[in-house]
C-alpha cells in the first residue's frame, strides 16, 4: 500500500471539508456544493482527483444522491456530505452531516453518529473483529435513544477499489473477520430515529456508475465513452455529470447503452424504508505495516 498517497489524499479530504463546510447554507443548490467540492480537490493537487461523486442526500435518503447536471434541488433539512480523494487510486472517503432547519432532533441525531465514529475508531485495531467495531457503533447509537441503519456499512479500501475485502458493520453481527494491517478502513456509521426501521431500500437510479466490465460495444459513441471510462475513472465510481461536460447531453444515450450491454453498473438511491431522517459520519483510518492507527481524515 502507498501510505504516502493515502496520507496526503487524506489531508486533502480534511482540507476541503473544513473549507466548505461553513459555506452550506440552507437554499444553496446541491449542484453548486458538488462542484465546489470536486474543483477544490484539484486546486489544492493536481494529482488529486474525486474518489466518487459527491453525495448530497437530504433527510430519509443515506446515501448516492449526487446532482444532476441540470439539477435544481436545494439544500435544506439533514444534508450529508459524502466525499472522497483518491492519488493515483489510493482514496480517503469521509463524510459529515449538517442541519440546515435548526432541528434539535437532527441536531442529536448528528452528534449521536459523530460519538458513534469516535468510539469506533478508539476499537479498531490489528485483530480486532469487524463486530466488535460494529458493536461499539450500536451502543453508542443505542445509548442516545436513536438505531443504526443496520444494512449500510463502513469498508475496506484498496488501490482503485473503494469496497475492498472487509466490510465494517453498524452493528453486532457477530462476525468473526478480523481487522489486518497494513489496511485502509472507511468507518461510517448511520444513526436513525428509534421509531424508524433501521433499514434502507433502493430508491431510483442515482446517475452514479461503476465499471464492472470493458467488453466490446457496437455504438461508436459508447465505445468512445468508455475508453474514457476506462483512462479517466478505471474500476472508480463516476457520475452521468462528469461525462456531460466531457461529452454534451449525448452521454446520456451512450450510458444508457453501456448500462443495457453489461457494461456499467448504476447504482440506485438508498433510503430509510420508513422514510425517517438519517445522520452520517465518516473517517478514513489507515493501519500501517506496524500495525500503528492513522485518521487519515482528522
Known amino acids: 500500500m502507498n501510505k504516502e498517497k493515502i496520507i496526503e489524499a487524506g489531508k486533502i479530504a480534511k482540507e476541503v471539508r473544513e473549507w466548505i463546510k461553513p459555506q452550506i447554507k440552507k437554499d444553496m443548490p446541491l449542484l453548486e456544493i458538488a462542484e465546489l467540492i470536486e474543483n477544490k480537490i484539484s486546486e489544492i493537487n493536481p494529482n488529486a482527483k474525486p474518489a466518487f461523486p459527491t453525495n448530497l442526500s437530504i433527510n430519509e435518503i443515506a446515501a448516492h ?47 449521536t453518529s459523530e460519538k458513534a465514529l469516535k468510539k469506533a475508531i478508539e476499537t479498531i485495531n490489528p485483530n480486532i473483529t469487524t463486530s466488535q467495531i460494529g458493536k461499539a457503533i450500536q451502543d453508542e447509537i443505542s445509548s442516545q435513544n436513536f438505531q443504526p441503519i443496520t444494512n449500510l456499512t463502513g469498508h475496506q479500501i484498496d488501490e482503485y477499489d473503494l469496497h475492498a475485502g ?120 489507515f493501519i500501517d505495516e506496524k500495525g500503528e492507527k492513522i485518521i487519515t481524515t482528522k
Open 166 to 285: 472487509l466490510s465494517i458493520p453498524n452493528y453486532n453481527n457477530n462476525s468473526t473477520e478480523e481487522i489486518t494491517s497494513p489496511g485502509l478502513y472507511a468507518i461510517e456509521p448511520f444513526a436513525t430515529l428509534n421509531s424508524a426501521s433501521g433499514k434502507i431500500k433502493e430508491g431510483t437510479p442515482s446517475g452514479i456508475y461503476q465499471l464492472q466490465d470493458s467488453k466490446n460495444i457496437r455504438s461508436p459513441l459508447a465505445r468512445e465513452v468508455l475508453e474514457y471510462i476506462l483512462e479517466e475513472y478505471y474500476t472508480l465510481p463516476f457520475c452521468s455529470r462528469w461525462l456531460i461536460k466531457k461529452f454534451g447531453t449525448k452521454a446520456i444515450l451512450a450510458l444508457k447503452q453501456l448500462e443495457q450491454n453489461g457494461n456499467l453498473h448504476q447504482y440506485p438511491q438508498l433510503i430509510e424504508t420508513t422514510n425517517s431522517k438519517v445522520a452520517q459520519s465518516e473517517h478514513t483510518v
Open 65 to 111: 444522491y449526487t446532482p444532476t447536471h441540470d439539477d435544481k434541488t436545494l439544500a435544506q433539512g439533514l444534508l450529508k456530505v459524502d466525499f472522497g480523494v483518491h492519488i493515483d487510486g489510493w482514496c480517503s472517503d469521509q463524510a459529515f452531516s449538517i442541519d440546515l432547519e435548526n432541528s434539535e432532533e437532527n441536531k442529536k441525531l448528528i452528534e
